[in-house]
């Protein structure tokens, strides 16, 4: 009943035919053209192109960084310098005002306050100077053994004021030195570059023909210093400097044990001690008249000169001064050189 009362629907044989029909819309391709095939060699170069791009910037980035980073380590290097200076200048004024203010240094035979420096390391032109002031120079003549470049050691200055010489060294800078100067060529300084130990010491002396007696012997050989000036005993100069080891007390008698190819190795277990130079100089017939602030040269000077022109008692507990290079090495003005030497016999000559 209820079928029969529904209205009939046709049977669509046709999906098609029954669609209505309706146009298909048109998509708009807004001037979309089919991609452009470039030749591959095309697009080679232009990858080469960016390449060559990328690699110029990173090139100029790492100038830039490099030029920044140089930059910055001079301004460093500048800083450096000047704290440096400042720490240099407050060394030399804390020196100056305790060697002015010391009542031990105000004794007037004491030699540290005549410290100066033109060629030496610690100021031991000064104390040369003054040593040769009280005792006189004779024949103005000097031996040093280990004498770096040859603008800074104890003759140097000495060398430049007229007196002949020797110099001995392991290494040659100096000689390069000596060649460039016209005013050294006139037989004023006689070398030799070779080890020095105690075997060869005396016979490297007799073959430059360092006659018996002379003005001055310096030696700084660091570890076999005490054994050299121990196998010098035929030689008698008027004066002699030698470098101690002021780590140890003065009241100590200590040496290192020799062998003739012990180098220093930057330790303090070198050298002797200034009580076993004292004691050496005793016996080779020297006595002990100061050190240096510093704590590093012992004057000595033969003992038929030495009484009443240098303070008493010759000994190392009166003399010693304890180590203070740490502080106190340093150049002051110029950078070094030697000066322009003065014929001896000159106007200028202080002996003549």
Not at 22 to 40: K, L, Y
Request: glycine share 6%.
């Amino acid at each position: 009943m209820l079928a029969a009362s529904l209205p009939r629907i046709p049977k669509i044989m046709n999906r098609e035919a029954a669609m209505p029909d309706v146009p298909t819309p048109e998509v708009a391709d807004h001037g979309r053209q089919e991609p452009e095939h470039r030749p591959i060699a095309e697009i080679l170069s232009r990858q080469e192109e960016l390449l060559a791009r990328l690699l110029e910037s990173a090139e100029r980035g790492r100038e830039e960084y490099r030029q920044g980073t140089q930059a910055l380590f001079y301004e460093l290097d500048q800083v450096r310098r000047e704290i440096q200076a400042v720490r240099n200048m407050e060394a030399i004024r804390w020196q100056r005002e305790e060697l002015e203010r010391e009542p031990r240094y105000q004794e007037p035979l004491r030699l540290p306050r005549h410290t100066f420096q033109v060629n030496s390391q610690n100021g031991e032109d000064g104390i040369i100077h003054e040593i040769f002031r009280r005792i006189g120079a004779t024949s103005r003549r000097f031996v040093e053994v280990g004498v770096g470049d040859g603008t800074e050691n104890n003759t140097a200055f000495l060398l430049s004021q007229g007196w002949t010489g020797c110099w001995i060294d392991t290494r040659d800078a100096f000689v390069a030195t000596v060649a460039s100067r016209t005013d050294l060529r006139d037989g004023c300084l006689a070398y030799r570059v070779t080890a020095v130990d105690r075997e060869n010491a005396a016979g490297l002396l007799r073959e430059l023909d360092v006659p018996p007696e002379f003005d001055l012997l310096s030696l700084d050989i660091d570890q076999n210093t005490y054994h050299v000036w121990e196998a010098l005993h035929e030689f008698a100069p008027r004066a002699v400097v030698v470098e101690y080891n002021a780590a140890i007390p003065p009241a100590i008698d200590w040496q290192v044990h020799y062998a003739a190819d012990r180098a220093w190795d930057g330790s303090q277990n070198a050298g002797a001690s200034l009580k076993a130079f004292e004691l050496l100089g005793r016996r080779l017939g020297y006595s002990l008249v100061g050190c240096d602030y510093s704590g590093v040269n012992a004057f000595f000077v033969r003992s038929d000169l030495a009484a009443g022109r240098f303070a008493e008692p010759f000994t190392a507990e009166n003399h010693y001064e304890p180590p203070r290079y740490p502080h106190l090495l340093h150049r002051r003005g110029h950078p070094r050189a030697i000066l322009d030497r003065t014929p001896p016999g000159s106007p200028s000559d202080p002996s003549s």
